[in-house]
């Protein structure tokens, strides 16, 4: 089932998808003094990977970003949790970040911004995720890709579409 | 400022993380599991070992200032009850290693495991109210994840009241921690504790003090806020069960001990019988509750129900005597409930089923088991050589002093209907004669669990033989709780100075 | 301003409230969202009287600007409740795939107690 393809979409579904990025790059940089950061980013990018899901139809919508979005998400919490733990290990206080001026040409870099990343990764693989296993929940196919299906079920357990749904 | 309340939040993180990558179960892999949660559990004795005479361990996240950091503060009743729950975390982790083989395990149920501890740590960890409200909801999403993903269709049915009830929990708990803030302008223990003090007979405070006591009172499973717990609880696999039932609840009860006894003023003589009469009532509803099932799973569960009541009854006397009963009740029911539950799980496994009407005969079966059986079912009850016969006796002693002798009777009860039940589970379980033969399994997987659950015999009986230090720990503790100048003297006292790192607004 | 507010959260309570206590449980998920966002809009009216205040951004220099924590707190709040929607969702999907009704009645009265669960 296929019923959100459509030949215009599919065709601008890509371009749109590389113009919200770019916005969405935008707004992860400047979140630290300006309205953006991680999680508005995330879901821009999140969005947009709805869209392109959407446009490549069900079946595909689990691999559109190419890699399990749950495990994008797992890298980008493990990425937030290292901003706090890594200056634990320099003896200062949990979370603490820093701030560096780079040259008089208006650049600067905090450690925020890795934090940030952080967020943004989880938001977009969650998101992903939920949309995804919907989508292909709803249509009748399995919630999970073969080989997420392996990762995360037990052997014991069978997909429940396909065996009792519709 | 010790980093190591931050410490013990960021392991069972990154256990959590490595469980959720490494996702094929394999037996290296449970040994990781194991192995990390053992960690963790002595990570928080040594919080517990340096805050036993009453030191309490600050730190603020980032190095924010209230009300926008966040503070991490480790007093003797939080470090406790971070170590009891890990300790706790630790063997029903074991157990579940033993309890199927490694390739039928649920790959995501490790994962889960150490996110609801993380989530644990930090609600006895944090010192901002809307951070507890974080805690709280990780342990939640992670307890609803746990409640399902092994359950069938029939089970999972359960789940349903169970995140209902929740939800609405938490939605009363977030409206709690929005007034607190309109009213405080802050959402930080500390500097409730010293603004609330101009603020003695604002109805608004009152007001705030009931919605949070609800709040609780609804994630601690107090009558008549507890009928999702006792159909829940016996769907879950016997080691979540076991997890579950020392903690979830349990965190309920520390945070109204730590609302009502630290963060607030005590000067709301209302809240406080009420939430006496309704612990009361709990306590004897929940024996009532146990005595009348008929397996053990439900008994166990409503048991939660009848000792949360006991736990709430010594507290709501607002006195000194009172929380040190509670907190050494409190305490002793977090190992003694999980190890009912996985004794539980091993009877189940025996027979494969732990309805009483049909199951019997485990003395000759199985005596390890019984003697394991015995002592933590006695040990609940308060039978007087064992460790939980010195909480009740300390909350009658509490309970008398103030003349509350309806409380106390109603204390009595609960305790008297938990004896019954124990004991109805003893004659139909291991005394009485089997209905159809026990199984004669050869099955080392039996020894090993029931060789796990010893761990937590142990620790109880560490409790009895060690009774004076325990008293005079849980008397720390109270008196830590109840300390409220100190608690925020010794958080406030971290603000202002070391802040240079700190990043700009 | 803050009167409108509190009725609206009143009414946004009150409904979520009789939705969540329906049999239904499609109207019970409903009544959540409606209660996770009255409690954001509870949250929200805890900054204060907007009139008058500018955004709080940093460099705009105006002020007195708005207090910034409750939309920190707001943001918290609807990352949680966006997660246990989703989970809430797909529960009552599954429900409903597994036995062909979303009335809690019904799902409960099948075999109601006393069922042995699997060992």
């Known amino acids: ?47 947009s990977v709805v869209l392109l899901g959407y ?58 911004l890795i934090f940030d990343v952080g967020v943004f ?31 995360y079920s037990s052997p014991s357990e069978e997909p429940l579409e396909g065996t009792r749904a519709n | 400022m010790s980093p190591l309340p931050a410490m ?99 790959p995501l149920r490790m994962p889960l495991v150490h996110t609801m501890m993380m989530g644990a740590n930090l609600a006895f960890a944090t010192g ?26 029939w089970e999972i049915r359960h789940a349903v009241p169970y995140v209902a009830i929740n939800l609405v929990g938490s939605a009363l708990f977030l409206t709690a921690a929005g007034l607190v803030y309109s009213l405080f302008g802050t959402l930080n223990f500390a500097d409730i504790i010293v603004r609330s003090g101009s603020l003695v007979g604002d109805p608004r405070m009152t007001f705030l003090v009931i919605i949070l006591c609800l709040a609780f009172s609804i994630k601690a499973g107090v009558v008549p806020l507890h009928h999702w717990l006792p159909n829940s609880y016996p769907t879950l696999p016997p080691a979540c069960a076991a997890l579950f039932g020392g903690l979830l609840t349990k965190i309920g009860v520390y945070a109204i001990l730590r609302c009502l006894g630290t963060v607030f003023p005590p000067a709301f003589p209302g809240v406080y019988e009420a939430l006496g009469w309704l612990a009361a009532v709990t306590a004897v509803v929940g024996g009532l509750g146990a005595v009348s099932r008929d397996r053990i799973r439900d008994i ?25 009963a509670a907190i050494l009740i409190l305490w002793h029911n977090m190992v003694v409930k999980s190890s ?72 009595m009860i609960g305790g008297v209907l938990t004896l ?73 006292e971290l603000v202002g100075k070391d802040r240079l790192g700190g990043g700009m607004p | 301003m803050q009167t409108d507010t509190a009725c609206i959260v009143a009414a946004l309570f009150g409904c979520g409230l009789y939705l969540v206590l329906s049999r239904n449980l499609v109207r019970t998920l409903f009544g959540f969202l409606l209660l996770s966002n009255a409690v954001n809009l509870l949250l929200l009216a805890t900054s204060g009287d907007p009139r008058g205040k500018e955004a709080p951004i940093v460099g705009a220099g105006n002020f007195p600007a708005v207090d910034p924590l409750p939309q920190a707190l707001i943001l918290t709040a609807i990352v949680i409740s966006f997660a246990v929607t989703a989970f809430l969702v797909v529960l009552v999907y599954r429900l409903a795939l597994d036995h062909g009704t979303t009335d809690s009645e019904k799902l409960f009265a099948a075999r109601s107690d006393g069922e042995e669960n699997t060992p």
């Not at chain 2, 951070?131 to 359950?151: C, G, H, K």
Request: aromatic share 10%; net charge positive; glycine share 10%.
């Open chain 2, 128 to 153: 901002d109210l809307f951070n507890l409200f974080v805690a709280f909801e990780i342990t939640l999403v992670a307890s609803y994840a746990l409640m399902v993903i092994e359950s069938d269709s």
């Open chain 1, 55 to 112: 446009a490549r139809g069900p079946e595909k919508f689990g691999r559109v970003l190419g890699a399990d979005p749950g495990l994008i998400a797992g890298i980008g919490l493990a990425v937030a949790g290292a901003t706090a733990l890594v200056p634990i290990l320099f003896g200062r206080a949990a979370l603490e970040h820093f701030f560096w001026i780079l040259g008089n040409n208006g650049w600067s870099f905090g450690t925020a």
């Open chain 2, 300 to 324: 166990l569960s409503f048991h939660i129900i009848g000792q949360i009541g006991l736990m709430l009854l010594p507290a709501a006397l607002m006195t000194r005597g009172g929380f040190t």
């Open chain 2, 8 to 106: 013990a939040v960021l392991l069972p993180l990154f256990s959590a993380l490595v469980l959720f990558f490494w996702a094929k179960p394999s037996p290296l892999r449970s040994g990781f599991s194991v192995g990390f949660s053992v960690a963790q559990a002595l990570l928080c004795w040594w919080l517990a070992m340096q805050t036993r005479h009453g030191e309490i361990l600050a730190c603020m996240a980032g190095n924010w200032s209230p009300p926008y950091g966040i503070a991490l503060v480790v007093d003797p009743l939080s470090a406790v009850m971070m170590a009891l729950a890990s300790s706790v975390a630790a063997t029903a982790v074991l157990f579940s290693h033993y309890e199927m083989p490694a390739a039928r395990q649920h």
């Open chain 2, 420 to 492: 019954i039940s124990m004991v109805k589970i003893w004659n139909s379980a291991f005394a009485a004669a089997s209905v159809e033969p026990a199984p004669t399994t050869t099955d080392t997987r039996l020894w090993k669990m029931a060789a796990t659950i010893s761990i937590l015999c142990v620790l109880t009986l560490g409790m009895t033989v060690l009774a004076g230090p325990m008293v005079k720990l849980s008397r720390v503790a109270a008196a830590g709780v109840m300390d409220r100048t100190g608690y925020a003297e010794s958080v406030l």
């Open chain 1, 121 to 151: 990764l989880v938001v977009v693989g969650v998101t992903t995720k939920v949309v995804a296993s919907f989508a292909a929940s709803s249509c009748g196919l399995p919630a999970l890709v073969a080989e997420e299906e392996r990762r």
């Open chain 2, 340 to 411: 009912l539950f996985l004794i539980g799980g091993v009877v189940l496994a025996i027979h494969g089923t732990d309805r009483l009407s049909k199951i019997g005969g485990l003395l000759r079966a199985s005596p390890w088991l019984a003697g394991l059986f015995a002592i933590q079912a006695f040990s609940l009850a308060g039978l007087p050589p064992l460790s939980g016969f010195w909480g009740k006796l300390l909350a009658l002693e509490a309970g008398i002093t103030r003349y509350e002798y309806g409380w106390v009777a109603a204390g």
């Open chain 1, 1 to 47: 089932m296929t019923g959100l393809s459509s030949p215009i979409l599919r065709a601008s579904s890509t371009l749109a998808f590389f113009m919200a990025n770019t916005l969405s790059l935008y707004l992860l940089l400047r979140g630290h003094h300006a309205p953006g950061g991680g999680f508005i980013a995330g879901l821009v990018t999140a969005s």
